[in-house]
């Protein structure tokens, strides 16, 4: 049978290689919510319904999951994300919605060590509690992530981060959105919170040294501290709340919080999750100068 899947926040990291994925199927049909479905659109393979829609705006989330079965949740980290994530469940329930995959982050609990993960584990609570069918998806830091670095490693061949000599298991993002396509279009992993990483942790001691490799020349981690971290990041015009995010973030990554292996990715798509040197190499090489 064919299924319809709505996936909100589809222009993001994460949705821009779902949507894709899901579209390249025949045995479900996409649709791509969007609060600027105009220009979203372009960007999609033809096969994608775009629709407009806001977390804030609770009819545009009922339109959108008109005839859907399963809802792929995604919101980008942000203080008011609970009250968002609320209001997309309260609208699936509304909406007939059989299932919500929602994507959080690893170890989310309302008991966590950073703010992020505390309101993460709120917004996983509050769909286990909904009555609705889930799986949700904890993945580990994004390996994509270093792509924030790029100029600095082509302009200084070094980059900057504040998690000391902390190994963690980084996933690449298409191994997110392998599992979410995968927990999207099957029953198999009903009612589960599953830990999602990449197949080692690696500090970025080691990802200096892949790169390095890579892009035959020497290229440096600099270690700063999280507090640098947070200032820089203000310098750079972020907000406060975003800013305290990463510098929390870099602490916890630092101090052994994304050392958690697990071979989730496998059990999910049938393949292992991809190196962080197989990442490098396919994703980030051809933007090295
Ligand atoms: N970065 C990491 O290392 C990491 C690790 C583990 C987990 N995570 C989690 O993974 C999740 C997905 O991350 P991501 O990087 O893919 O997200 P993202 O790139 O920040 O994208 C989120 C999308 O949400 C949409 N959006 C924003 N505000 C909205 C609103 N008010 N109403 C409707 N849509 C809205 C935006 O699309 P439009 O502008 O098109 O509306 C945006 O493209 C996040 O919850 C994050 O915390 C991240």
Same mark, same amino acid.
């Given at each position: 049978m064919i299924r319809n899947v709505l996936v909100t926040g589809s222009t993001g990291n994460v949705g821009s290689s779902l949507i894709p994925l899901l579209a390249?199927? *025949? $045995?479900? #049909? @996409? #649709? %791509?919510? #969007?609060? $600027?479905?105009? *220009?979203a659109g372009q960007n999609f393979p033809a096969e994608v319904q775009v629709v407009g829609g806001s977390f804030e705006d609770e009819a545009s989330l009922i339109a959108a999951m008109r005839g859907i079965h399963t809802v792929v949740l995604m919101a980008p980290p942000n203080p008011g994300c609970v009250q968002q994530n609320r209001a997309v469940v309260d609208a699936a329930k509304t909406s007939g919605v059989k299932k @919500? @995959?929602?994507?959080s982050a690893i170890k989310a609990s309302e008991n966590g060590r950073t703010e992020n993960t505390r309101l993460h584990g709120e917004c996983d609570t509050l769909l286990v509690e909904s009555g609705l069918q889930y799986l949700i998806l904890r993945p580990n830091y994004f390996m994509q992530n270093i792509m924030m670095s790029l100029d600095s490693i082509n302009s200084n061949h070094c980059f900057y981060a504040g998690t000391g000599d902390g190994k963690f298991a980084m996933i690449d993002i298409r191994d997110v959105a392998d599992s979410a396509a995968a927990a999207a279009i099957t029953d198999q992993f009903n009612n589960e919170i599953i830990e999602i990483s990449g197949p080692q *942790?690696?500090?970025?001691?080691d990802v %200096? %040294? #892949?790169l390095s490799e890579i892009a035959g020349r020497q290229i440096s981690y600099v270690a700063v501290s999280p507090d640098d971290v947070k200032a820089s990041l203000l310098g750079m015009g972020f907000g406060e709340w975003m800013a305290n995010l990463l510098g929390e973030y870099s602490e916890a990554y630092g101090a052994g919080w994304g050392d958690l292996v697990t071979d989730n990715v496998q059990r999910l798509t049938g393949n292992p999750a991809r190196s962080f040197s197989r990442f490098a190499t396919e994703c980030l090489a051809p933007r090295l100068r």
């Open positions: 390249s199927r *025949s $045995d479900c #049909t @996409v #649709t %791509a919510m #969007t609060r $600027d479905p105009g *220009s @919500v @995959v929602r994507i *942790s690696i500090s970025f001691h %200096a %040294a #892949t």
